[in-house]
């Protein structure tokens, strides 16, 4: 159905600040395994949780790794002006060394009274499109042009200049499921992450034929793009699959990880449930290797 490239895997870490968990340790732990990458979920200043900042957590993170590709999901838009965010990224991308990969969001309307105690922009569903599609162009244009300047609806940047210059084009994906959000992704992005809590398989299919169509109608070749998938797992005999995670034995897991690899996900960024680390080593040692042996065969 699709071109076979060797499937990704990440996994997922939470920004709350709890004195138990050693986030660190625990990307550290993800490298050694063998993960291809590990995002860090989510993005929210506002509220009585206690929580780090997902981009100094990002820094943090990458100076104690050395391989592992890193990445938010996702970054919510109203945060972060985008013309800042264009120099942020591309000093986050440089001191580790082409590692970062660019996750965006328009803002969910959950996080909605957030932005309204911060005195930040709520847009409608319709102007969260604009602004994000305008957001990606800013950071492409301050990457690539000296004295760029652009006039939005949203965002207006004169003559502004940022270097050094990325020293590779930086992957910008977005974590979206929209039709409208969909269509914008498959005309400019380079990466879809959808989560499976959202976006149930069978949706998810159909959102990924819809924003391959949006690429190639955008006169791009749609193979160009990273089709992947937050999936919360759980590994334990007799756990079973609802709604928002899929769950069972190794076996089980591992046959219904690699359903989504055959309709087309080359990444599948993976939400731990129960004993993070017990879990991490289950599914590297066990769950994954299953996952690529059903890909060779199939």
Known sequence: MFPISPIKF???????????????????HAEQLGFDLVTIHRDVLHGAEPSFEIWTLLTWLAAHT????????VLALPYRHPAVLAKMVETLDRLSQGRLIL?????????????RAFGL??????????????????????????????????????AATIVPKPAHQIPIWLGVFGPRMIDLAGRKANGWIPSYQFLAPEQAFRALER??????DAGRNPDDITYAYN??????????????????????????????????????NLWTMGDDHAQR??????VIPEVRAHQSTS
């Open 66 to 73: 050395s391989t592992i590709k890193l990445a938010p999901v």
């Open 121 to 158: 922009p709520q847009r409608s569903p319709g102007e969260k499109v604009e602004a994000l599609a305008e957001e990606i162009d800013i950071l492409r244009g301050l990457w690539n042009v000296s004295d760029f300047s652009f006039a939005g609806k949203h965002y207006q940047i004169e």
């Open 211 to 216: 924003l391959r169509a949006a690429a190639h």
């Open 231 to 268: 999936v919360p797992v759980q590994i334990e005999h007799g756990a079973v699959t609802t709604k928002g995670l899929i769950a069972g034995s190794g076996e089980q897991v591992a046959q219904q990880l690699a359903e989504l690899v055959r309709h087309g996900f080359s990444l599948v």
């Open 103 to 115: 996750v965006l969001g328009s803002g969910a309307a959950i996080n909605d009274a957030g932005y």
């Open 281 to 286: 080593e289950i599914l590297a040692r066990e």
């Open 10 to 28: 990440g996994v997922n870490l939470y920004t709350q600040a709890q004195s138990s968990a050693d986030l660190v340790a625990s990307t550290r």
